[in-house]
């Protein structure tokens, strides 16, 4: 199949498919942890830069340990530094309501943020500005979930006021760890938000609580000129419709295990949609030919236009070589159209 474009760098080719123009194929990616490394923000990025590079990826989504936002507010962490074992919280740092007057604004350059900082600042340099590069920034109700553990719903009913007051802190925080990041060259965010589930709060909490700190955080990405904002919805039954609207380039999800579908999907957004993989599939346990299907019917009921190919989350650590190399082969016209 010759979808008629000239052969595209990765820069352009996934800045136009966020645009909704004519790609030469479809952009991949494929995401995981990697706590052996993610203490050392050197290593990690030499890590995620041979990565990429060994199975030719078109853009890098920064994988900072998935605690590093709460923890330099006294979440205390376990850290076993092995390649199958993330980090655990080992005791929250919100125990009772009247301590999240203690949640004050911190200096982006500060601890783990500044760790962060330091991790963008590397790969940036490594991979020397050509391949779109995106910071993972968890939204301000997801840190402060990390930080107090399943008491913030209580305390969100209890103690509104001083809940808003600790989300005003972290939403400052946050921002300001956005605006050093762009600073430091990537070319967005990572914009992930784990509490926009049913599961865990009512739309309606979600509209008072997580909402408008969102949203603060996704204006000073876009003020500071970051072009890849990717909106990451987390979990089961989650709120898709009522983020659909968010300022965001593009949006990613479980699509392969919850609603929406892809498909279902573009008939309620108009930003380029990042899925297509089941993180806990054939990518990390399946085949080759069964990685390379799962991708070929995604495109084929997409097309190309505005679709990115990559996980709905983290796949396992380190899946079998040959279902990544199958990823990327996926994605070239001449295989996807054979995989209908």
């Known amino acids: 199949m010759d979808t008629g474009v000239m052969r595209m760098e990765k820069m352009e080719r ?25 203490q050392d923000a050197l290593a990690l990025a030499h890590t995620q830069v041979a990565f990429q590079q060994k199975y030719d990826l078109d853009f890098i989504k920064l994988m900072p340990f998935g605690l590093y936002s709460a923890q330099d507010w ?22 009772n309501s009247q301590e999240w007057k203690n949640v004050q604004p911190l200096p982006a ?8 900082l330091q991790l963008a600042d590397y790969t940036v340099q490594l991979t020397q500005g050509k391949i779109p590069v995106i910071q993972t920034i968890f939204s301000p109700l997801t840190t402060a979930y990390k930080l107090a553990g399943d008491r913030i719903f209580r305390d969100m009913k209890e103690s509104p006021d001083w809940v808003h007051q600790a989300l005003q ?5 946050t921002m300001d760890s956005v605006i050093e990041n762009s600073q430091r060259g990537i070319s967005g965010i990572f914009f992930a938000t784990q509490c926009a589930t049913v599961d865990l709060m009512t739309p309606e909490g979600y509209s008072e609580f997580g909402r408008p700190y969102d949203l603060e955080v996704l204006e000073a990405a876009n003020q500071a000129g970051l072009w890849f904002n990717l909106l990451h919805i987390h979990g089961n039954n989650i709120m898709f419709s009522e983020l659909a609207d968010y300022p ?20 309620l957004c108009q930003q380029c949609l990042i899925g297509g993989i089941h993180e806990k599939g054939a990518i990390s346990y399946g085949q080759p030919e069964e990685v390379m299907k799962e991708i070929g019917s995604a495109i084929s009921a997409m097309g190309t236009n505005k679709l990115m190919i990559a996980p709905g989350c983290v796949t396992e650590p380190y899946p079998p070589e040959a279902n990544l190399f199958a990823a990327r082969l996926a994605v070239e016209p001449d295989v996807f159209c054979r995989f209908k």
């Open 14 to 38: 996934v800045q136009a498919a966020l645009a909704g123009k004519s790609v030469d194929r479809p952009p991949v990616s494929v995401w995981m942890h990697y706590p052996d490394v993610d």
């Open 74 to 95: 006294g979440c205390r962490v376990q850290f076993f530094c092995d390649r199958t074992r993330p980090p655990i919280v080992l005791k929250n740092g919100i125990a």
């Open 109 to 116: 350059h500060f601890g783990n943020w500044g760790q962060q």
């Open 169 to 173: 802190a972290i939403a400052r925080t």
């Open 248 to 267: 965001v380039q593009a949006l990613n999800w479980h699509d392969r295990q919850v609603w929406p579908s892809l498909q279902e999907a573009r008939g």
